[in-house]
């Protein structure tokens, strides 16, 4: 399902128009159904020849792809930054759909325009300077407060948070309640955070990931800044097996406009315990005991953090069915169709072992939604159903790839081989 305008994001009816650069997260027709939305419009089959030219996404392994040359749009706001909470950053207006875990957000302003997508740019709730009431300067971050709300429960479950009688007294608090041992979250790495949320003002308990049918942690790019401060730098500093108490003030949070979706004034604190499940720098790669193929597989020479060498089977027949060989076996779960995953890949031209694309030459994760569209049908067929950890070789036939299209370096009715370390996964979008 591609990245749409019909979100039901839009129901903030800011009246605003929206950046040039955004992207809103995924969801199932099924949950906006439930949640009595109108489920979105049916995607375009990137590989249809017969799609209009502005609904058909372009695909990663060329120089002509969906995404920005940095593939995760690291220094412009990252493609997908799976944003936490129900969180839209620049017009800080939200929906939390039922599920608890699905959320929607729009980047930052600037950076390059994702390609093939210029009609989704005119869909996405957003806030015009004019228009939008004047957001107040995010106060600093500080360790404690006053009068804080209490929490109880461990790491990787739904916290309790008991709120005080006394009101909160305008802090901007990010408390660690207890430390992980994992990897540090620094500015830029990729981050995946459960959470539990409340407004302290009402009282309503705000859906989190815990308890909700299928929750997933979400997956974004600490301090990218297209979050609401309370969350989009919260996480810095900490690491991956912390969990961390959140108290944002009204301009860490929705500000002045607050959210009518959630019913959360513009006077509102919020209160999250965020539980950081794992830390990514964005040219990490994955490690392990190392399987190698089978005889009529492409053999694999691991580089590290450089591409992998991938050399193909002398005079092989092309395959008409996708193939696929775990060469590092993860420990996480499998991925499922329609979460965002993070990846880094290396693609070769089966015939003469030609690389044509590599993330790990920019040192930048991708990130892509499985079943939406954004990638060729190989990569959505052989990545589904893999576990995160695991560094996965793809042989993908030219009828699950560009097909009879030629794509920059890659010929028409070319087969391919990827190599794809699956970072992590999670509740995101993409651009």
Do not use: C
């Amino acid at each position: 399902m591609s990245e749409k305008a019909s979100s039901p994001g839009e129901a903030d009816n800011t009246g605003n128009k929206p950046p040039l650069d955004r992207e809103s997260i995924v969801v199932p027709a099924e949950i906006l159904t439930q949640a009595g939305w109108a489920p979105p419009t049916n995607p375009v089959n990137p590989v249809n020849p017969d799609a209009k030219a502005d609904q058909v996404p372009q695909f990663f392994a060329s120089n002509q792809r969906k995404v920005p040359l940095s593939e995760a749009g690291y220094d412009e706001d990252p493609g997908g930054v799976g944003r936490l909470g129900v969180i839209l950053g620049s017009v800080l207006a939200v929906l939390l759909i039922a599920s608890g875990v699905t959320l929607y957000y729009v980047n930052k302003d600037g950076g390059h325009k994702p390609a093939a997508k210029a009609d989704s740019a005119t869909a996405s709730p957003s806030a015009a300077a004019s228009d939008a009431p004047t957001q107040q300067p995010v106060p600093p971050i500080k360790d404690n407060a006053k009068v804080l709300p209490t929490v109880s429960g461990d790491f990787g479950t739904k916290a309790t948070i008991t709120l005080p009688k006394d009101a909160p007294d305008g802090t901007f608090v990010v408390k660690e309640l207890s430390a992980g041992n994992g990897a540090k979250v620094e500015k830029g790495n990729w981050v995946s955070v459960d959470y539990t949320a409340m407004d302290w003002q009402t009282g309503k308990e705000i859906p989190g990931s815990y308890g909700e049918q299928n929750g997933k942690p979400q997956l974004y790019q600490a301090g990218a800044g297209s979050l609401i401060a309370a969350l989009d730098n919260a996480v810095e500093g900490h690491k991956a097996g912390s969990r961390l108490l959140v108290v944002a003030p009204p301009a860490a949070a929705f500000g002045p406009q607050g959210s009518q979706q959630l019913g959360i004034g513009g006077n509102d604190s919020l209160v999250f315990v965020l539980d950081i499940r794992q830390s990514t720098t964005p040219n990490a790669v994955v490690s392990g005991d190392v399987t190698p193929p089978p005889a009529d597989f492409p053999q694999v020479k691991d580089n590290g953090n450089k591409p992998a060498e991938i050399t193909p089977v002398p005079g092989a027949a092309d395959p008409t069915d996708l193939k696929s060989h775990v060469l590092i076996q993860g420990k996480g779960r499998k991925i499922e169709s329609g979460e965002k995953v993070l990846v880094q890949y290396t693609g070769v031209l089966y015939k003469d072992g030609k690389k044509f694309d590599s993330s790990l030459d920019r040192g930048q994760a991708f990130t892509f939604t499985t079943g939406a569209g954004s990638v060729i049908e190989g990569w959505d067929k052989g990545i589904v159903g893999q576990n995160i950890g695991s560094r996965v070789e793809l042989v993908i036939p030219a009828s699950l790839g560009y097909k009879d299209k030629a794509s920059d370096s890659i010929p028409a009715n070319s087969t391919l081989v990827f190599v794809v370390d699956i970072l992590d996964a999670g509740v995101g979008g993409d651009s």
